[in-house]
């Protein structure tokens, strides 16, 4: 399916309340909802450090592609969702549809 | 990608072995394989450059004399180190970035207030708690001041639902304070967590001590049977389980399982020998240190990685807490522990004879 156009683009991932710190080439963060501990390597924390209130799933995959030159487009806008999605089920991210001030 | 750790009392990526599903043998060996792979493809690291937990056993003084205690409580013991010494730890372990703690004993209460000068710095920090206790000394005014932490759970000791056979276990009198005091924990609205250990004495009153914990507004309660160190090496035949015990133990364990799903965890703890091979296939994560100052890696090996009035807790760390799992004589020892008994036979033996000690190793 392609995804490009869906209104799930447009969602904007905000970060939730984290404790987190690099350790080597990952970044190790810890919810303060439920306190799990959760392992995110290079590719997830870069993602991670993308999120920050404005910009729209859309736009994170943008960046990603500059970042990732020579991998198809609509890969990367699956890696993206997917990765985010999973950043939501462990409780470091939510969902708004509109981007912070 | 994004994978879980689960919190300190189990370690990284640990996940406990469906009983009767999976030998855990096998399940070792999956695991092993499963960890390999996710670090050949860079997903999961093969050393931590910094400690993600730590576990902190503040005294070896304890108001009671378990028949199991892994670790010998309330012996006497060399020096201790002072409170204000455990003030300076915890802000090593700040600096550090460790996510998690736990604090233990010995009875960690037996502190006083200077257990919440040392919480209380962990806390600003954003650190999670497990605290374990025997229950005592946890009145009223001592559960306010606990409150304000934020917990995995507390982790209160019952081994019976009825105080003859708890009291015969853990010491006289003990019943009735770890009772008031799981029941002011969950009333309190911090999570409990009751911990059953298993032996001889109360195997027979498993599914009763279940229901009971349930009945004291446990999250969870955690059985398992006791690691056969310390006290236990010296208690064994009085205390061990025969293998129909086991079974009838792995029988109750699913039907209560399955009884309180969505109500109450019901957890199987792992044996000592699968807990020691557990961590050893994973990238050390934890740090120990012992009411001396004496730093371990793991509650039941016997080894000794150094002193913190000696380095700094990230100095032995980057010496060889990191990769301690990697060093040879770790490694034969974790190999010869195959099952229960062997942790009698081996030597040394944890918490009985001297620890091997790897202070000076590179």
């Known amino acids: 399916m392609d995804l490009k156009h869906t209104a799930l683009m447009k969602l904007v991932p905000v970060k939730k309340r984290v404790k987190w710190r690099y350790d080597g080439s990952f970044m190790v963060a810890m919810s303060e909802e439920t306190f799990q501990l959760v392992l995110l390597n290079s590719t997830a924390s870069a993602i991670y450090t993308l999120i920050d209130g404005k ?8 960046r990603v592609c500059e970042a990732y030159r020579g991998i198809r487009k609509d890969r990367i806008i699956r890696d993206v969702v997917r990765n985010v999605r999973e950043l939501e089920s462990k409780s470091l991210v939510g969902f708004t549809s509109r981007a912070e001030r | 990608m994004a994978l879980d750790l689960s919190p300190a009392e189990t370690q990284l990526l640990s996940r406990e072995p469906v009983v009767g599903l999976l030998g855990t043998k096998q399940w070792l060996t999956h695991f092993e394989h499963n960890l390999r792979w996710l670090q050949q493809k860079g997903f999961y690291p093969t050393e931590f450059e910094r400690p993600l937990a730590c576990q902190l056993e503040l005294t070896q003084r304890c108001n009671l004399r378990c028949v199991y205690c892994y670790n ?68 009223h005014r001592c559960v306010r001041s606990l409150r304000k932490y934020d917990y995995y759970f507390l982790q209160v000791s019952i081994d019976a639902p009825n105080q003859t056979v708890h009291d015969k276990i853990r010491g006289r009198g003990s019943w009735q304070g770890a009772v008031r005091a799981a029941s002011l924990t969950s009333q309190n609205n911090i999570p409990l967590v009751v911990a059953s250990t298993l032996t001889r004495h109360n195997v027979g009153y498993l599914p009763d001590m279940i229901d009971f914990a349930y009945y004291l507004g446990a999250k969870r309660i955690i059985v398992g049977q006791f690691s056969p160190v ?21 029988r109750t364990l699913r039907r ?6 969505n109500r109450m965890e019901v957890v199987r703890s792992m044996d000592a020998h699968v807990s020691l091979r557990h961590n050893s296939i994973q990238p050390s994560s934890v740090l120990i240190i012992r009411p001396n100052g004496d730093v371990r890696v793991d509650c039941v090996g016997p080894f000794k990685i150094g002193n913190v009035t000696e380095e700094s807790v990230m100095q032995i760390w980057n010496r060889i807490g990191r990769k301690v799992w990697r ?7 974790v190999y010869r522990i195959n099952n229960h008994e062997d942790f009698l036979k081996v030597t040394p033996r944890p918490y009985v004879d001297s620890d091997i000690d790897l202070s000076e190793k590179e």
């Open chain 1, 55 to 62: 910009r729209n799933l859309m736009d994170i995959a943008k």
């Open chain 2, 72 to 139: 010998r409580s309330g012996e006497r013991s060399n020096k201790e180190l002072a409170p204000r010494d455990w003030v300076q730890i915890a802000k090593q372990l700040v600096d550090a970035g460790v996510f998690q703690c736990v604090i233990s004993g010995g009875e960690p209460l037996l502190l006083g207030k200077a257990l919440f000068a040392i919480m209380d710095i962990l806390h600003q920090a954003g650190v999670k708690f497990i605290l374990i206790t025997n229950g005592t000394f946890l009145d």
């Open chain 2, 327 to 333: 060093v040879p004589e770790v490694s034969r020892y």
């Open chain 2, 230 to 250: 310390g006290r236990a090496c010296l208690n064994y035949e009085a205390i061990r389980l025969s293998k129909r015990d086991r079974i009838s133990v792995d």
């Open chain 2, 256 to 261: 209560k399982m399955l009884f309180y799903r």
